[in-house]
């Protein structure tokens, strides 16, 4: 019973907090897009797993001139790669990372990224915590890092045969350039991300998870921070 106020109590201060840090910024709203992306995975006697993941992302903005695709032609934003790794140390802990290299219109990009990933149950509720820190290249940009804590609520369930999970997460990023003292005001936070999805699994090795994300950029603070 304690452990759960606790956690009713952290969320309404994480809630509360992303309130007042947003507030003052202008949010930057984009058309909604289509993110396709394919998984593969394989997973030791642990649970440890190694994967390999292909994304697309298009937009649904007619106007937009971007990569040639099959589908959608030049409202393709982006073609990416990334070959990831996570170990797990107990039931609760673990610990990953992944290299990512990506193309976009007039740039390329290679994302690094390592996190560290909590797991506990209140009332048959999975609660998964992740703290990320990735460092982003850019072919013709200075290159950036970013912090991204994220916390994800997910509940399993099974109907006939198949394993049915409805999850929800949001995700917070803090940009910086690794530099102290710098004189330019700056955000507090740089964009949030809500993501739902639901995943079906006919059998073990199968895995259909179609998802809805919500991202939000934020422009700039007027004030310094």
Same mark, same amino acid.
């Given at each position: 019973?304690?452990?759960k106020f606790? #956690?009713?109590?952290? *969320? *309404?201060?994480?809630?509360?907090?992303i &309130?007042?840090?947003?507030?003052?910024?202008q &949010?930057q709203?984009?058309?909604?897009? *289509?993110?396709?992306e394919?998984q593969?995975?394989y997973?030791?006697k642990?649970t440890s797993?190694l994967?390999f993941?292909h994304?697309y992302?298009?937009?649904? %903005?007619?106007?937009?001139?971007g *990569? @040639?695709?099959?589908v959608? @032609?030049d409202?393709?934003k982006?073609?990416?790669f990334r070959l990831? +790794?996570e170990?797990v140390?107990?039931?609760?802990?673990?610990?990953?990372?992944?290299?990512?290299?990506?193309?976009e219109?007039?740039?390329?990009?290679f994302?690094?990224?390592?996190?560290?990933r909590?797991?506990?149950?209140i009332g048959?509720?999975?609660?998964? &915590?992740?703290?990320?820190?990735?460092y982003? /290249? +850019?072919? %013709?940009?200075p290159?950036?890092?970013r912090f991204?804590?994220?916390?994800?609520?997910?509940k399993? #369930?099974?109907?006939n %045969?198949?394993?049915?999970?409805?999850?929800?997460?949001y995700?917070?990023?803090?940009?910086t350039d690794f530099?102290a003292g710098?004189?330019?005001?700056?955000?507090?936070?740089d964009?949030t991300?809500?993501?739902?999805e639901?995943?079906? /699994?006919p059998?073990p090795?199968?895995?259909?998870t179609?998802f809805f994300?919500?991202?939000?950029? +934020?422009? &700039?603070?007027?004030r +310094?921070?």
């Open positions: 019973m304690f452990s606790k #956690f009713y109590v952290f *969320l *309404l201060f994480l809630l509360a907090f &309130k007042f840090a947003v507030q003052a910024q &949010k709203h984009i058309d909604p897009e *289509l993110w396709p394919v593969t995975e997973v030791f642990n797993f994967y993941r994304q992302r298009f937009t649904t %903005n007619p106007d937009y001139k *990569l @040639n695709s099959f959608l @032609n409202q393709l982006r073609i990416q990831g +790794y170990h140390f107990t039931n609760t802990w673990a610990l990953g990372g992944s290299q990512m290299f990506s193309f219109p007039g740039r390329r990009l994302f690094t990224d390592v996190y560290i909590h797991l506990n149950a048959g509720i999975q609660l998964f &915590k992740r703290v990320m820190i990735d982003l /290249q +850019y072919t %013709n940009t290159s950036i890092g991204r804590p994220r916390l994800d609520l997910d399993p #369930f099974k109907i %045969n198949i394993t049915v999970r409805l999850r929800t997460g995700e917070v990023f803090f940009y530099k710098r004189q330019t005001p700056v955000r507090l936070i964009r991300r809500l993501r739902a639901i995943s079906l /699994q059998n090795h199968i895995t259909f179609p994300t919500k991202q939000t950029d +934020y422009a &700039k603070l007027p +310094y921070w």
